[in-house]
Each structure stands twice: as C-alpha cells, then as structure tokens.
T-cell receptor
Framework: DAKTTQPPSMDCAEGRAANLPCNHS???????VYWYRQIHSQGPQYIIH?????ETNEMASLIITEDRKSSTLILPHATLRDTAVYYC??????????????WGLGTSLAVNP | NAGVTQTPKFQVLKTGQSMTLQCAQD?????MYWYRQDPGMGLRLIYY???????DKGEVPNGYNVSRLNKREFSLRLESAAPSQTSVYFC????????????????FGSGTRLTVV
C-alpha cells in the first residue's frame, strides 16, 4: 500500500499561492492521489483528487509529476480560512480496498496576515 | 443537503458503560466508515460498510461493533467503554463501487468527542 510523505508544517502569506508537496514514491498504477483538509476540530473536507493528469476545481489545483511519484496541491490565493491540516493520501479506486488507507499526520498550513 | 450527520457531538462515559454513536447520510452513498482520531496520530479506520448489508473490520476494531441499519444509517457501538477509547470519532461516506464512481472522495461528519473516565 502506497504511503505518503508530507512536511509537518508550512507557512504562507495571505493572498499568496500556497504550494503543498507530497511524496508517494510507491504509488501503484490504479491508485488515485487525494487531498483533504481538516480545519480545527472539524471533519476532514475533500479538496481534489487525480490519477495522472493535472486537475483543477474551485478550491485548488493538483499537479502530479509524470512519474506519479509526487504531487503538489496549489491554493492559488490563500486566505486565513485556509489555515488547516492538509492530508495527501493514495487510494485504489476499488472500494473494497479502503481499509488500507493510510492518512498520516498531514501538513499543518498556517496562513499569516 | 445535510451531508453526514453524527450524534451526539459530545459524550462523557464512565468506564464500563455502553453507548451507540449514530451516523446518517442523505447523499445516497453506498459506502460508510467509522474513524477515530487521536492526538499525534492520523485517522484510523475502525469499521466500514462497503454497501448496505455488509460490514468489515478496519485497522482498530477491538472494543467496537457496528450496524448498517439501512443505506442511510451506520452506527458504532461501544459495549464496555474504556479510557483508551477516549477519542474523536468521525463517520464518513462515499459513493463507493469501482471505476469512476469508486474514485469519489469521502464526505465526513463533524465528529463526536467522546471522553471515558
């Protein structure tokens, strides 16, 4: 099962882009990369996911390297409300494999005024 | 849409007491999950239900039981609470299945903060 490695903490100035890296060097061909965030004491919130192509939605962009061994979540214009713990996880698309999800401790992003 | 609703939000139990944590989703999702989150540790899967009528153990099932009451509801029961079960419990759901549907992300509830004294 692919595990992920993220820096424990990062800082970002309000209004600037926040680029959160994630390493997943053992990712398998059928595993997606997912990003979630958890704002203080709330349940995790889904942000974005991708398989091999770059993805963008209203919240963020996801850049996956060509070899799929790492990815970057980009918050284009960070606000104070983006202060949260960000989790990068990999997951096979077969729902029966969900018991193998490894969440890790994520990256604690602090957006500063 | 309410999404995933968990009750209660807070609970204090004495060692040995029992209780049931309730979870309901209104998104017509097939798969539901119970996680616990402890300080300094990531989310850990307790039990999951891939579809109505099925349940399976996750990473840390000891001391817990679950019931998938129907497609909407998935409850977690502590038969004899222990201080080690003090934690924040999250219920989650996803569309489930394989292929594109199986790739959808999870929707989480707001959590139940349980203290066992």
């Amino acid at each position: 099962d692919a595990k992920t490695t993220q820096p424990p903490s990062m800082d970002c100035a309000e209004g600037r882009a926040a680029n959160l890296p994630c390493n997943h060097s053992t990712i398998s061909g059928n595993e997606y990369v997912y990003w979630y965030r958890q704002i203080h004491s709330q349940g995790p919130q889904y942000i974005i996911h991708g398989l091999k192509n770059n993805e963008t939605n209203e919240m963020a962009s996801l850049i996956i390297t060509e070899d799929r061994k790492s990815s970057t979540l980009i918050l284009p214009h960070a606000t104070l409300r983006d202060t949260a713990v960000y989790y990068c996880i990999v997951r096979p698309y077969n729902a029966g494999n969900n018991r193998k999800l490894i969440w890790g401790l994520g990256t604690s992003l602090a957006v500063n005024p | 849409n309410a999404g995933v609703t968990q009750t209660p939000k807070f609970q204090v139990l004495k060692t040995g007491q029992s209780m049931t944590l309730q979870c309901a989703q209104d998104m017509n999702h097939n798969s539901m999950y119970w996680y616990r989150q402890d300080p300094g540790m990531g989310l850990r899967l307790i039990y999951y239900s891939a579809s109505e009528g099925t349940t399976d153990k996750g990473e840390v099932p000891n001391g817990y039981n679950v019931s998938r009451l129907n497609k909407r509801e998935f409850s977690l029961r502590l038969e004899s609470a222990a201080p080690s079960q003090t934690s924040v419990y999250f219920c989650a759901s996803t569309l489930g299945g394989t292929g594109t549907a199986g790739s959808y992300g999870y929707t989480f509830g707001s959590g139940t903060r349980l203290t066992v004294v």
